[in-house]
């Protein structure tokens, strides 16, 4: 199974900062990499898919880049509707796996 | 647009067969190209793929329920199902089904989500 080992667990920030998430996978994923953002209650939502396609509707302050082992999410204004626990996914192989999650809380 | 919702128990006893069936509306379960599927989150924790099923029937499974898991789905209903035998307290979850993407293992659509607790 390929591992997905996300960093920080979570991170504080404020309206309007840059935020950067890191995903990093245990072997060569090229650029099948997703992300994904949920709310408290919710179900998840595909932001980006590999690697860097935007999803239908995601604001363009986000962005994702990488490539083979290590990617990564970027959040450039962060708003208050961003508040929320971010997971990347590998799409190069079944069994399909997740990172553990990064909670983008408050300051 | 595609909508999917879980249904089934939301209690199970230990040692028993955990069992939740998907509903489909919005398109056809017999499309093309897509795989449709469940993936779990134990309270406060993370995501964990469970499965994919193609409306013809194949499967793929976490190696680690393998054992397990069983999928199937009924074209004449658009529902596709799931079962988890011998469950723990391990097992409980908020189970959510989901469609991949044509050809991609993305999950563009979920359901809402349903809890199952595991308990006696």
């Known amino acids: 199974d390929i591992q997905m080992t996300q960093s920080p667990s979570s991170v504080s920030a404020s309206v309007g900062d840059r935020v950067t998430i890191t995903c990093r996978a245990s072997q060569d994923i090229s650029k099948w990499l997703g992300w994904y953002q949920q709310k408290a209650g919710k179900a998840p939502k595909l932001l980006i898919s590999?690697?860097?396609i935007l999803e239908s509707g995601v604001p363009s302050r986000f962005s994702g880049s990488g490539s083979g082992t290590d990617f990564t999410l970027t959040i450039s204004s962060l708003q208050p509707e961003d508040y929320a626990t971010y997971y990347c996914?590998?799409?190069?192989?079944?069994?399909?796996?997740f990172g553990g999650g990064t909670k983008v809380e408050m300051k | 647009q595609l909508q999917l919702q879980e249904s089934g128990p939301g209690l199970v006893k230990p040692s028993e067969t955990l069992s939740l069936t998907c509903t489909v509306s919005g398109a056809s379960l017999s499309s093309s190209g897509y795989y449709w599927g469940w993936i779990r989150q134990p309270p406060g924790k993370g995501l964990e793929w469970i499965g994919s099923?193609?409306?013809?029937?194949?499967?793929y499974y976490n190696p680690s329920l393998q054992s397990r898991v069983t999928m199937s789905v009924d074209t004449s209903k658009n529902q596709f199902s799931l079962n988890l035998s011998s469950v723990t307290a391990a097992d409980t979850a908020v189970y959510y089904c989901?469609?991949?993407?044509?050809?991609?293992?993305?999950?563009?659509?979920w359901g809402q989500g349903t809890l199952v607790t595991v308990s006696s």
């Open positions: 590999a690697t860097s």
């Open positions: 996914q590998q799409a190069k192989s079944h069994p399909l796996t």
């Open positions: 099923i193609f409306y013809s029937g194949s499967t």
């Open positions: 989901a469609r991949r993407g044509p050809n991609s293992g993305y999950s563009y659509y």
